[in-house]
């Protein structure tokens, strides 16, 4: 050891004695400063994190809430179907609803007024298919589930819509609804 490392160390043992910040605990200091500064800039984050899905939360709430006052749905099963005033989106919502109802995956069955605006690899089936899960298209509010999907651009004749479960020998509808393009429905 050196006379200056020695005279150093001997220096941060006298100043610790009198109660003042020796220099040697800088680096503590500093690195305590460096955390807090970090600790509060992941809280100041998930604040403005928090906030903004409250804000996007009340936004959506309040356009589903006049959608649902103002019209009635189109399809009424396990989720009420509604198509908004724009004819360009179908808002599914399901009151109360469980892993169960949002569990098995949505058929999405568009039938255009013209087929030859159906993409090549469909015109065979005479509709387009729109099928999605929940999981990528939902909004889950207080015990409500809602999902949104929007529509293709084309003029639209008729949807047939519903939930399926994949069983042994093909599949299991667990709801289904149609509706035309004036809102008529059936089962």
């Not at 009198?18 to 998930?46: D, E, M, N, W």
Request: net charge neutral; aromatic share 14%; charged share 20%.
């Amino acid at each position: 050891m050196t006379g200056r490392q020695h005279s150093r160390g001997a220096d941060c043992g006298r100043v610790c004695r009198t109660g003042l910040i020796p220099r040697c605990f800088q680096l503590f200091k500093s690195v305590l400063i460096y955390a807090t500064a970090a600790i509060l800039g992941v809280a100041f984050f998930f604040l403005l994190t928090y906030l903004g899905n409250q804000v996007a939360y009340i936004l959506t709430k309040y356009g589903i809430n006049r959608l649902i006052e103002n019209t009635q749905p189109v399809i009424r099963s396990n989720f009420d179907v509604y198509q908004d005033e724009n004819r360009n989106r179908l808002i599914y919502v399901r009151d109360e609803c469980s892993d169960d109802d949002i569990g098995p995956p949505f058929f999405l069955h568009i039938v255009p007024v013209d087929m030859n605006d159906l993409p090549d690899h469909r015109k065979q089936y005479s509709f387009d298919n729109l099928d999605f899960s929940f999981a990528g298209y939902s909004h889950e509010y207080g015990g409500t589930c809602i999902a949104v999907r929007y529509l293709p651009e084309y003029d639209i004749a008729s949807i047939r819509t519903g939930q399926y479960r994949r069983v042994a020998d093909g599949f299991y509808q667990v709801w289904k609804g149609r509706f035309d393009v004036t809102g008529q429905t059936s089962g």
